[in-house]
């Protein structure tokens, strides 16, 4: 019985594979992948693959890796058309997008430039949904753009001034969607839907009003509904929440091989949802084909000792942040006494200065990191060594010379320092809770501070948490990675040096009255922020690659010399967990959530199976 029954699951399983693959249409006009730039080998279609990850929500991962986006970075980190099949770039005012003929959602639906309109017109611009308005990025000087429907392939946007953040906003990680599948989401719009049906639809699904359903319903970038068509090279077929993800190939996906096979190569994509906690752990059982997130360098020699009998190889692919941990002191910390303090530059030079990195690389990196500040690394055409440098060698007596004379020379009897309200120098350091390499590192400062008369104590919470505390102003100093764009080249956006955003954890007070255009947070007080955000509204209008390498430049210089994130170590080493059946994923890479996606940018949809 059980032999005819697993007969039968495995002909069941044929069969829709063989249906899936006959529905399967790329556009009239793919893009074809170019094999041999990529050092890639012509691969066979087929095969699933489990990866693991930590929470449900890990679910964007799959975002991440499939990379397709409207445009790409290319293997020199230039932009290139992806989703489209071209761009006009007049200047940097004037974009017009050419569609690819024949390109259709994962439903068939053709994609066309009515899903560009409905973005713009039905949701960017509804104040009901969008009610700070338009996203920055489609946005210059407060007004957004001209937008000419040529045809159903051809769209046009034009601004009156230059807008650099519009193509690098398409390409980033986390991109910014200028259209969504109008035919699907129109049944949850007010303006289309019959009104009837949508007020069933709010009271079956238990939300307040249309906006929230819509927001729903219609994530791309966290495909959590599986109804939703995508564009992505594998679908979501699994209701949320569930601790198993099936995502299948995109039977529409617009790349193909350059024998014309189209990808991607692989049918099935399995997430499996378990602690993250015991991730190292199953992946070095062989429960993982292809396993980067939740490892860490100190499980290398695990992993390594297991890759035998896992049937897997372990790859190092150096880290693309700016530092492997940053301290980020809030200079809009709630506490008067120590956000007096952190906005003192001499203060966070202090402790910058007290961090003996070469023991941290040393104990917790094996020597194999670089010892630097939070800054771009040296494969940027930003990097300098000055940057890198700035205040980042161990220097005692330096950083106690500071603090006297930002006027915390007072101590108590144990030799820690006073505020002046008499209050000991005791920062608690806010963390996320999911690394212990993160607490290796904090454990090794806290000794370090010590030597300044400052005190460090350690709180793990959530990382949603930490962030509500972080953008309130009730943590005073928490940890992050660094720079996520620590391969920057100019015409990627800066924003990371400046305060645009509220989850900036040193100054989301500051970060909030810029997204909010000033109607919620504060402006800078300090000078050199306040220059910092002047540079990037500079880079915003540059319209030239020299003008905004020089503005990428001045902002870098300015951000590592006042030290407004306490960078640790760099170029950390990334283990990569590669089943052996898989091919076509590179030896060398670089482990960054920008401007590598991860395993994205070395496009998962080339990886094969050789059974």
């Known amino acids: 019985m059980k032999s005819i029954l697993k ?79 071209s761009v006009d770039n007049d200047a940097q005012k004037s974009f017009t997008l050419h569609l690819r003929k024949g390109h259709k959602w994962s439903d068939g639906t053709p994609f066309t430039t009515e899903d560009f309109r409905y973005w713009w017109e039905n949701v960017a611009t509804n104040e009901e949904l969008q009610p700070a308005g338009p996203p920055a990025s489609m946005l ?106 099936v995502f299948k190939a995109n039977p529409h996906f617009h790349r193909v091989d350059p024998k014309g096979t189209q990808l991607p190569y692989i049918d099935e994509v399995v997430m499996n949802v378990v602690s993250s906690e015991i991730i190292a752990a199953k992946t070095g059982t062989g429960e993982s084909a ?28 150096p880290s693309g942040k700016g530092s492997e941990m940053t301290l980020l002191p809030n200079l809009n910390t709630k506490d008067d006494g120590f956000r007096k303090a952190f906005q003192d530059v001499r203060v966070r030079r202090a402790m910058s200065l007290a961090v003996n990195r070469s023991e941290i690389n040393e104990t917790i990196f094996f020597g194999l990191a670089r010892e630097s500040s939070n800054s771009v690394l040296p494969s940027s055409p930003l990097y300098s ?3 890198a440098e700035a205040w980042s ?13 930002a006027g915390f020379d007072k101590k108590d009897s144990s030799g820690t ?8 120098f005791e920062v608690i350091v806010e963390t996320a809770g999911e690394s212990s390499q993160e607490t290796d590192i904090l454990q090794l400062i806290t000794d370090h501070w010590k030597s300044i008369g400052v005190k460090l104590f350690v709180k793990p919470s959530q990382r949603d948490i930490l962030r509500k505390r972080v953008s309130s102003g009730e943590a005073m100093m928490s940890t992050w990675e660094g ?46 922020v306040a220059k910092l955000s002047s540079l990037y509204n500079d880079w915003k209008h540059a319209s030239s690659r020299d003008a905004q390498e020089k503005i990428w430049k001045d902002m870098l210089s300015i951000f590592t010399d006042q030290v407004y994130t306490i960078g640790i ?30 395993f994205g940018h070395y496009l998962p949809d080339t990886f094969w199976l050789d059974e």
């Open 7 to 85: 007969s039968a699951a495995v002909l069941l399983a044929s069969s829709f594979i063989a249906m899936s693959q006959s529905l399967a249409e790329p556009p009239e006009e793919p893009r074809v992948v170019d094999f041999d730039a990529l050092q890639k080998t012509i691969g066979k279609k087929g095969g699933s693959i489990d990866i693991l990850m930590g929470k449900w929500k890990d679910i964007r991962q799959m975002t991440i890796y499939s990379n397709a986006r409207l445009v790409s970075y290319d293997q020199t980190f230039s932009l290139s058309p992806d989703i489209l099949k």
């Open 140 to 245: 210059v000087d407060g007004k957004g753009p001209k937008i000419d429907i040529i045809d159903s392939h051809t769209i046009r946007y034009t601004w009156d001034g230059v807008n650099p953040l519009f193509l690098t906003s398409l390409a980033s990680a986390r991109p910014q969607y200028i259209y969504m599948p109008a035919h699907y989401m129109k049944q949850f719009h007010t303006k289309y839907a019959d009104a009837g049906k949508l007020a069933e639809l709010i009271k079956s699904e238990k939300v307040q009003n249309w906006t929230s359903l819509h927001k729903r319903f219609g994530r791309q970038y966290r495909p959590e509904n599986p109804d939703l068509p995508t564009l992505q090279s594998w679908m979501n077929t699994t209701k949320l929440p569930s601790e198993r993800i």
């Open 290 to 317: 292809l396993q980067g997130r939740y490892l860490r360098f100190d499980n290398y020699a695990f992993l390594k000792k297991g890759a035998e009998d896992g049937n897997y190889k372990v790859l190092l692919w």
């Open 385 to 387: 060594d000055k940057d």
């Open 393 to 405: 060698t161990l220097d005692i007596e330096k950083a106690n010379a500071l603090l006297d004379e």
């Open 417 to 424: 320092r006073l505020l002046p309200d008499g209050r000991p």
């Open 483 to 528: 720079l996520n764009r620590g391969l920057a080249t100019p015409e990627m956006n800066p924003e990371e040096l400046a305060p645009v955003s509220s989850v900036q954890a040193q100054w989301p007070v500051w970060g909030l009255n810029y997204e909010t255009n000033g109607k919620s947070g504060e402006a800078a007080t300090l000078p050199e």
């Open 569 to 598: 170590v760099s170029g950390g080493l990334q283990p990569i967990v590669v089943s052996n059946k898989m091919q076509n994923i590179p030896e060398e890479g670089i482990w960054s959530f920008e401007p590598t996606l991860y």
